[in-house]
């Protein structure tokens, strides 16, 4: 059975950083698209970050270009999350995501990915 578990989220301080982590485990994630996707209270869930089956290549959601940065660790299986400069507007549960196929490429949209987590929640207080 395919997991995905997503840690790291918490309550900081506008200003501050977090690292949320996502442990994939029941396959091999490393040649697979992954991404990182948030949901606030009240709005659909939007696109985060997000990168390709060999992460060559990564895309950013323009509220967030600069001050996030995702990564992979294949002999992990995890899937990294760097948040800094966080700001109220950060505020939301976050969720990691993985396609079953290397094609998609780079995804944005939530309907491209078959793997989901449970959600952690980030908190930025102002």
């Known amino acids: 059975q395919v997991q995905l578990v997503e840690s790291g989220g918490g309550l900081v301080q506008a200003g501050g950083s977090l690292r949320l982590s996502c442990a994939a485990s029941?396959?091999?994630?490393?040649?697979?698209?992954m991404g990182w996707f948030r949901q606030a209270p009240g709005k659909e869930r939007e696109f985060v970050a997000a990168?390709?089956?060999?992460?060559?290549?990564?895309n950013y959601a323009d509220p967030v270009k600069g001050r996030f940065t995702i990564s992979r660790d294949n002999a992990k299986n995890t899937v990294t999350l760097q948040m800094n400069s966080l700001r109220p507007e950060d505020t939301a549960v976050y969720y990691c995501?993985?396609?079953?196929?290397?094609?998609?490429?780079?995804?944005?949209?939530?309907?491209?990915?078959?793997?989901w987590g449970q959600g952690t929640q980030v908190t930025v207080s102002s």
């Open positions: 995501a993985a396609a079953k196929t290397p094609r998609l490429g780079v995804g944005v949209y939530s309907e491209q990915y078959d793997y």
């Open positions: 029941g396959r091999t994630f490393s040649n697979l698209p």
């Open positions: 990168f390709s089956w060999n992460s060559a290549r990564t």
